[in-house]
């Protein structure tokens, strides 16, 4: 039996009450302190999952789905792709090895490390900005 929400239109204040399909459609809401008609409240419900209106977003691979059915055929399909925890040993592993290589790379480059990179490719960034706003 469903679940019904009610105002009562004297001013008893909101209440619920369970009822019987064919109950409620011969009588509606009935306050049960004053016996009066009642306004049904319609309140928005809860959804678990993804669905069309909400999909559910994995930036991790870069993907997004309207339904669990859907993302389970995305995977069955892309068998070398999965999401992994920050905390999982594989993706700390593959982090530092990214880390590395982007080391190594802003080195060959004449930096100090990839942060190095970043600061000096960004001050340069805004210096060019500059130099073109005023000339």
């Known amino acids: 039996m469903p679940l019904y929400e009610g105002e009562c239109k004297s001013g008893c204040g909101r209440f619920e009450d369970v009822l019987k399909l064919r109950e ?13 008609k009642a306004r049904t409240i319609v309140s928005a419900i809860r959804t678990v999952g993804p669905m069309p209106s909400k999909p559910l977003v994995i930036d991790q691979i870069g993907q997004s789905f309207t ?6 055929r995305y995977f069955k399909a892309h068998p070398d792709r999965r999401i992994v925890d920050p905390n999982d040993t594989a993706f700390k592993n ?23 990179r970043a600061q000096k490719t960004k001050a340069d ?9 005023e000339g």
Do not use: V, W
């Open 67 to 72: 339904s669990r059915a859907e993302m389970r």
């Open 94 to 116: 593959h982090r530092d090895l990214a880390r590395e290589k982007a080391d190594k790379a802003a080195k060959l480059y004449g930096f100090n490390d990839r942060e190095d």
């Open 125 to 133: 960034m805004a210096q060019r900005k500059r130099t073109s706003q």
């Open 24 to 36: 409620y459609e011969a009588k509606g809401l009935i306050c049960p302190e004053c016996g009066s």
